[in-house]
């Protein structure tokens, strides 16, 4: 018993030792890490690393940007299940201890002493937290001090509920997304609160161990960790018993989600993103939480799509089929599940979908494919015998009889689905496409097309394609020949002309595109119908330096084009957004205004960080300016009058604002009313009679029973490229086609009228629909006058077939020789 007693004392002699040496050696580390560690005075105002996101002006999500994807949210949003997973799991005394869990460390202690290695932890929420805010995840005993020390401090500074929130959104759940919100998205594509139970336990299974854990990476694992969480869960009571069978039941169903984003606008989008990291810099485009919000409307964004993928379309099965993507030898041998696994690996592109052909029916001129969905499609005859084989852009093989003629079981191909058809055969097409409408009183860019399938070319077509716009530059032509006292009725011969260019020893021979020439013609007439002789002549009268000093005036770079008489023609390298932006001042009755497409930006607080103040259209101000100019000076108060006046009153005088909108922001006159009015006049008779008609006609468009659109085809040498251009009071749009290598034609007869004016056609029958005509009122100074359509000179009593023009009053031409008119015997012309 002695000896017993002695060895107690002893051995509590070293414990107390053990125990002042551990506190000393404890307060040691603190002295010495202590003075390093962060301040986590301001842990509140963390900034959580959120990516930019972009809207539509109506505010629908249409993009985001960023390197990581997060969505801040608030405690309160959380779902209650996943807080109870978390603290189960992870923290069961969260809200007991200060920071630290001794009863974990001994814990861990023991286990890294007996087992000789570090890979027991014993974290708790805090230090978690201060592991992903403010240290690294490296496995040392030093950084797990520190951890501790951290966590103390932040347990001092802030709440349990603000530690748990701030955990919620910090946390890495892989597949970079940072935070319960973005989580929840990515592996669900569901907001947090609706989340069901067993997907809240995969979730919070997940920042035990990110890339192991994870549904998508490893689902097995993923499936354990779920059903340990569930477990955790029955036994801290937050869950019953049949609440945890029914959910460890449940199977492990979880895909990779995007951004929940409304429609698809990614040429625009891009362009947002450029912008944003020029102003602010790659680092906070991507992490500040910026919020973009651009002029885009929801309505235009998608028919301009649906009409620029239709046309394109529509042309490249005009052209025939270029056959298969490609052919799998022996596709029996695979099994139903590695098919559609295969047809899931080629990329998605626009509204099209792969499928695997499997079988002919020869007899009914039918086909059955397999779809990447997993069901299996039948494809009519009409839905495929578009498809001759594709020789060139000029040709194509003999129309197919059969489906044999076409493909084969084991060739892969597109479908798209028909509303007539059901799913009908498809192909990629290799022909390019661009299309842009702006709002012609502000320059609001409203719809943005770069392409057929951002997936397939990120090249903007609209903004970075310096094409020749052809014909489409011809109004701009006339307008400048207006200008300087041509007339609508002005008559010019229409023959073949011939220059000589000095510079490469030869001679310049445009053509008519008809190949024909009509004599003496009308500039309404050649507008119309395109006429090139007559552009080129007119040009040759007005002068190519005046003409191209002329078009400065719509917003078309000087340094893009050359003052030749080829300019007449479309010589010039221009974007499908300038040509727009030109159109524009038509639209507008003369007005300058500039693209723009980011209306407002905003930072993740919602605080405005930059608002547009783009120059609009205003006749009002326009009107109120003038009256002002007119009064006379004595009844126009001035600013010393008002500061008297307030003097005597002692009450600050702030005289009523006079113009709807700043002076400064008014959009400038370019072009005088009158010209534009007689311009737009003839642009409308290229919609109803000229070179858009026989499209419009054709398909019955609605566009024909409207007065108010005009518009201009155009197409360049070889049908390299066309254009339509069009507008009425409230859009200005243009469309081009043409392939992205240059040097190749879309081919015979694909004029501007053919290739381009559908995706047009589509986009305003869409936007115009149910919607009064806009057109420009008739200013004052213009005057209808009786003309002799063959010579364009006023008509006399003796006209036969006159018909009516527009005229400028101090450009009406002069009066034919009556042939009923009896000489005067004293005329001393006579004699």
Not at 222 to 236: F, I, K
Not at 637 to 642: F, G, H, I, N
């Amino acid at each position: 018993m002695k000896y017993l007693l002695k060895a107690l004392l002893n051995g509590g002699y070293f414990v107390i030792l053990f125990a002042i040496a551990g506190v000393m050696g404890f307060g040691g580390l603190y002295l010495y890490l202590g003075p390093n560690l962060p301040n986590v005075d301001s842990i509140r105002e963390i900034r959580l690393q959120t990516p930019m996101t972009v809207y539509s002006s109506e505010g629908d999500l249409i993009a985001e940007f960023g390197d990581k994807r997060r969505i801040p949210i608030t405690l309160s949003q959380v779902p209650q299940t996943f807080i109870h997973a978390l603290i189960a799991t992870e923290d069961k005394r969260f809200y007991e201890h200060s920071g630290v869990d001794f009863l974990g460390v001994m814990r861990a202690f023991v286990n890294n002493i007996t087992t000789g290695t570090r890979s027991q932890g014993a974290s708790t929420i805090t230090q978690l937290v201060a592991r992903n805010v403010y240290l690294n995840r490296k496995k040392t005993f030093t950084r797990k001090f520190r951890e501790m020390f951290l966590a103390w401090k932040i347990e001092s500074e802030i709440s349990k509920n603000e530690i748990l929130e701030l955990f919620i959104n910090k946390a890495h759940f892989s597949h970079r997304a940072y935070g319960l919100g973005a989580a929840a998205q990515v592996y669900y594509g569901k907001e947090i609160n609706e989340l069901e139970l067993h997907q809240v336990a995969v979730l919070a299974g997940i920042p035990k161990g990110e890339s192991i854990y994870n549904p998508l990476s490893n689902p097995e694992k993923a499936l354990e960790r779920r059903n340990h969480v569930l477990g955790r869960m029955l036994a801290e009571g937050y869950i019953t018993e049949e609440e945890h069978n029914d959910a460890v039941a449940l199977p492990i169903e979880s895909s990779k989600h995007g951004a929940d984003v409304s429609f698809s606008a990614p040429y625009l989008a891009e362009m947002v993103r450029r912008d944003i990291i020029e102003r602010f810099g790659r680092e906070a485009a991507y992490n500040n939480g910026f919020r973009i919000y651009t002029t885009l409307n929801n309505k235009l964004q998608i028919g301009a799509q649906a009409a620029l993928r239709k046309s394109l379309l529509e042309y490249t099965e005009r052209h025939g089929y270029r056959g298969p993507e490609q052919s799998i030898e022996n596709f029996e041998e695979l099994t139903k599940e590695e098919r559609v696994d295969y047809l899931k690996s080629l990329p998605d592109i626009a509204n099209m979908d792969s499928a695997l052909t499997l079988a002919l029916d020869e007899e009914n001129n039918t086909l059955v494919a397999l779809h990447e969905n997993g069901s299996e499609v039948s494809i009519s005859w009409d839905g495929m015998k578009w498809a001759a084989p594709f020789i060139d852009n000029d040709k194509k093989g003999a129309a197919p009889k059969k489906p044999s003629d076409i493909l084969k079981p084991g060739d892969v191909i597109r479908v798209i689905k028909d509303t007539d058809l059901g799913y009908k055969l498809t192909q990629i097409p290799e022909v390019s496409g661009g299309f842009i409408a702006l709002n012609p009183q502000s320059g609001a860019i409203e719809a943005l097309v770069g392409g057929y399938d951002f997936t397939l070319n990120q090249f903007n077509m609209v903004t970075q394609a310096r094409r020749q716009p052809g014909s489409n530059i011809k109004p701009f032509i006339y307008s400048a020949a207006l200008e300087k006292g041509y007339t609508a009725a002005s008559v010019l011969n229409d023959a073949p002309f011939v220059k000589e260019d000095k510079t490469a020893e030869d001679f310049w021979r445009p053509k008519n595109d008809s190949g024909r020439y009509k004599g003496l013609t009308r500039l309404r007439d050649a507008l119309r119908y395109s006429n090139n002789s007559i552009s080129v002549r007119l040009m040759n009268e007005i002068g190519p330096s005046y003409a191209e000093d002329y078009l400065l005036n719509f917003g078309f770079p000087d340094e893009y084009m050359e003052p030749y008489t080829s300019l007449a023609l479309g010589s010039a390298s221009f974007t499908p957004i300038e040509v727009a932006t030109g159109y524009a001042t038509f639209a507008n009755g003369g007005y300058k205004v500039s693209p723009y497409f980011i209306e407002r930006i905003e930072t993740a607080n919602e605080d405005v960080l930059f608002k547009a103040e783009p120059v609009k259209v205003c006749t009002e101000c326009e009107k109120l300016l003038a009256e002002l100019e007119e009064l006379p000076k004595q009844q126009q108060v001035s600013e010393q009058t008002l500061d008297d006046q307030a003097s005597a009153l002692d009450t600050p005088l702030t005289p009523e604002p006079l113009l709807p909108i700043d002076e400064e922001k008014i959009a400038k006159r370019v072009v005088e009313p009158r010209n534009v009015f007689i311009v737009n006049s003839m642009m409308k008779d290229v919609i109803h009679r000229g070179t858009a008609w026989r499209q419009l006609y054709n398909t019955g468009s609605p566009l024909l029973r409207r007065n108010d659109i005009g518009g201009k085809t155009g197409t360049t040498n070889d049908a390299k490229d066309a254009w339509f251009s069009g507008f009425n009071g409230d859009y200005v749009a243009t469309a081009w086609v043409g392939f992205a290598d240059y040097s190749l034609s879309l081919g015979k007869r694909e004029y501007g009228g053919k290739a381009a004016l559908p995706i047009w056609q589509k986009f305003m029958e869409m936007a115009l629909s149910g919607k009064p005509e806009n057109t420009m009122p008739q200013p004052e100074g213009i005057v209808t006058a009786r003309i002799n359509p063959e010579s364009g000179k006023l008509a006399s009593s003796s006209t036969e077939k006159a018909i009516f023009e527009i005229f400028r009053t101090e450009f009406l031409p002069e009066k034919e020789a009556d042939k009923n008119e009896v000489p005067n015997v004293f005329d001393e012309d006579i004699f």
